[in-house]
């Protein structure tokens, strides 16, 4: 089968689709004909050697790459209960030390990191749900703002800050959403109750103009880190989605970077609400998978409003 891997870092040139052996599911796993799998900044950064300068992973010969998939299952496991062949799921690869990841034609996950795919929806708008859907849900659950609290959302435009949008106006929560000058349309259309650009020289003191005292918490989708705390009220929460952003927990501020990790009971709730038209799948372009290299460049040069997707 197919995979997209790379054996040095480097730009968009170190990527290859090689030919691997079929990965067979072990107990408690299931394999996924992949479908779609979105293309993620995530993914740039494995490529360009980051994630190993840091430690968290280990640098070896072969690395696959990606973490979101749909598709359809056609293999499971000894012992693997809830799945069986010809089951449409979405799943997160969230380990960074298996040998491929799910820009595959087939990918091997546990089953606690599947659920079923969202009814109704394309392979491609579900495959941009499980990393930047579950990433905008754990982030929320960490802050665990009240009904009628104010969280402050930045790049509210992106993946995750889309998301995580529409996910706290649905727990009632009011929305200041800091991104582009162009995207004050998109972004109100997810939920926000107000918003900021992000060229604002002096961001806490627009916040603060808005929210008097400042927002209950911060969901900092777009890595400003100290640029941001500054807007959350004393005793507040924030929550860092970028890593290495995370400031230091000034004026007993609660902080948290927020490491994903694959949640099947999470998975489901946010396909259900997708089933349901309640959050937004938003699509750049689909490209086939042995164009992943010139994906990643197109993601490197910024400006997308949606995920691009690599298919089958």
């Not at 010809?86 to 089953?111: C, F, M, N, Y």
């Not at 005292?213 to 705390?229: E, K, N, P, Q």
């Amino acid at each position: 089968m197919r995979a997209v891997v790379i054996r040095s870092f480097g730009g968009p040139e170190v990527i290859e689709i090689a030919d691997v052996a079929t990965p067979e599911p072990g107990p408690g796993q299931v394999r996924i004909r992949m479908e779609a799998a979105a293309v993620n900044p995530v993914d740039l950064v494995t490529r360009g050697g980051l994630l190993a300068e840091a430690g968290l992973m280990e640098a070896r010969d072969v690395i696959g790459l990606g973490w979101d998939v749909a598709g359809v299952i056609d293999a499971v496991g000894p012992g693997t209960a809830g799945y069986r062949p010809g089951d449409r799921v979405i799943g997160l690869s969230d380990r960074l030390d298996v040998p491929l990841g799910t820009h595959a034609d087939q990918v091997v996950l546990d089953a606690a990191a599947v659920a079923p795919a969202p009814a109704g929806v394309t392979a491609a708008r579900a495959a941009t749900l499980p990393l930047n859907g579950l990433t905008a849900l754990q982030a929320l659950d960490f802050l665990g703002l009240p009904p009628g609290g104010t969280l402050l959302v930045t790049g509210a435009a992106g993946g995750v800050g889309g998301f995580a949008a529409e996910l706290a106006a649905r727990r009632s929560l009011r929305v200041v959403a800091l991104a582009g000058p162009a995207d004050e349309g998109l972004v109100r259309g997810l939920g926000a109750t107000w918003f900021v650009p992000r060229t604002t020289p002096d961001l806490a003191a627009a916040v603060r103009a808005l929210v008097p005292g400042g927002v209950d918490g911060a969901l900092d989708a777009a890595g400003l880190g100290v640029r941001a705390l500054p807007a959350v009220r004393n005793r507040g929460a924030f929550a860092s989605v970028v890593g290495g952003t995370a400031p230091v927990p000034l004026r007993a501020t609660r902080v948290a970077g927020i490491w994903i990790n694959a949640d099947a009971r999470g998975l489901a709730e946010l396909s259900a609400l997708a089933a349901a038209g309640d959050l937004t799948l938003r699509v750049a372009e689909t490209l086939p998978l042995d164009k992943a290299a010139h994906a990643h460049a197109r993601l490197a040069e910024g400006g997308l409003r949606g995920r691009l997707v690599l298919v089958r």
